[in-house]
């Protein structure tokens, strides 16, 4: 302890608590990282980071309780904070409940993208899921379902692009979704590929796929691009067959 | 990464089982920069019509997400078309067999696209 302890305060900077707590957290010494981990939430009580090294303490010690409440505190100091919401996920997955811990690591994942550690826990966690735990029925006349539902001329039949997306976003990716499609009808017959099945279009941020729901109509799925692309084709094509019927009951 | 190393990089892409071609695509005019393909292939075309592929993929994606697309990739019943953004306005496409193996092509692409600067 004195020797970690020296090492630390000797860094030219502050929070070095941080570091500290996190070693003897390291070396199972819990009860003297906590005392750390609380010496510096009293000075910096707003500071995310500390809270959630108390997280990491409380839940190797198995205080699940303790270890809820700080990273609760770390997000209300900031809300997009990648250890506390690792940390909700990992003790929400310990706990088997596998819809609330894929709900964090997503959050976490669209906070930081390009965490690889993310995506793998994110498939650990949804390969847990057991087979028979069925997914939420499509929603198609929600706005905030990432399920767009338009004709060939562009017009929005119903749907929308997802969670804080207006009707004016879905009309206009309606109105560009009917070119889109109509372009890839026009590329696999000009280049003998046959019929088209679904095409992908994926950025920084998104996914989103479409698929011919019949000769008249298409579906366009937008999904966050922490979704990886076989399961979001698998989404569609699930989607795809909900639309369907949807167009059946309304003619 | 220099020009030499374009052709090195299709050839590899080619590689894989069941890429019928590889291609280096100016989305701006739609013509073809590099490439590696079977003769049956018609590269112009493939170019031209990626590069219209493209400005769309980009206009729905501008309009759901305000962003912009850095992977197109569309599928049919006898083929796929794979296109990755490289440094504006180059993508890097590839055509290819529907038995081909996606995961490795799309990674495979993926890594080529990013390092054509």
């Known amino acids: ?251 | 990464m220099s020009l030499e190393r374009w052709p090195q990089i299709l050839r590899e892409i080619t590689g894989i089982a069941g890429v019928r071609g590889a291609l280096i695509v100016s989305t701006d005019d739609g013509l073809v920069i590099a490439e590696s393909a079977m003769e049956s292939v018609p590269t112009s075309d493939v170019a031209a019509l990626t590069s219209a592929l493209v400005s769309r993929a980009r206009k729905t994606a501008h309009a759901a997400h305000g962003a912009a697309p850095r992977t197109v990739h569309l599928t049919a019943s006898e083929g796929t078309l794979l296109a990755m953004a490289g440094p504006d306005p180059l993508w890097l496409v590839a055509l290819a067999d529907p038995h081909v193996e996606l995961g490795r092509l799309r990674v495979l692409l993926g890594d080529f696209a990013v390092s054509l600067a």
């Open chain 1, 1 to 251: 302890m004195n020797e970690v302890s020296s090492s630390a305060s000797s860094r030219p900077q502050g929070l070095a608590f941080l570091e500290l707590g996190e070693r003897l957290r390291q070396r199972g010494q819990y009860e003297a990282a906590a005392t750390v981990a609380n010496a510096g939430l009293v000075h910096y009580p707003a500071l995310a980071d500390a809270h959630d090294l108390l997280g990491r303490i409380r839940s190797d010690q198995g205080q699940d309780a303790s270890a809820i409440s700080a990273w609760r505190a770390a997000l209300e100091c900031d809300p997009g904070h990648v250890g506390a919401l690792k940390g909700l996920a990992f003790l929400s997955f310990r706990g088997r409940d596998f819809a609330t811990a894929e709900r964090y690591l997503e959050q976490a994942s669209r906070e930081s993208p390009h965490d690889l550690t993310l995506l793998s826990a994110l498939d650990k966690v949804r390969s847990a899921r057991p087979a028979s735990a069925p997914e939420a029925p499509p929603q198609l006349a929600d706005l905030s379902s990432g399920l767009l539902l338009f004709d060939g001329q562009g017009m929005r039949l119903t749907g929308g692009i997802g969670p804080g997306s207006s009707a004016d976003v879905a009309d206009a990716a309606a109105a560009e979704g009917a070119g889109l499609v109509r372009e890839a009808g026009r590329v696999t017959r000009l280049l003998g590929l046959g019929a088209w099945q679904h095409l992908l279009v994926e950025g920084a941020d998104f996914r989103l796929a479409a698929i011919p729901v019949t000769a008249e109509a298409f579906l366009l799925v937008s999904r966050p691009s922490s979704m990886p692309a076989g399961r979001l084709m698998a989404t569609a094509t699930r989607a795809g067959l909900a639309a369907r019927d949807w167009l059946e009951r309304m003619t």
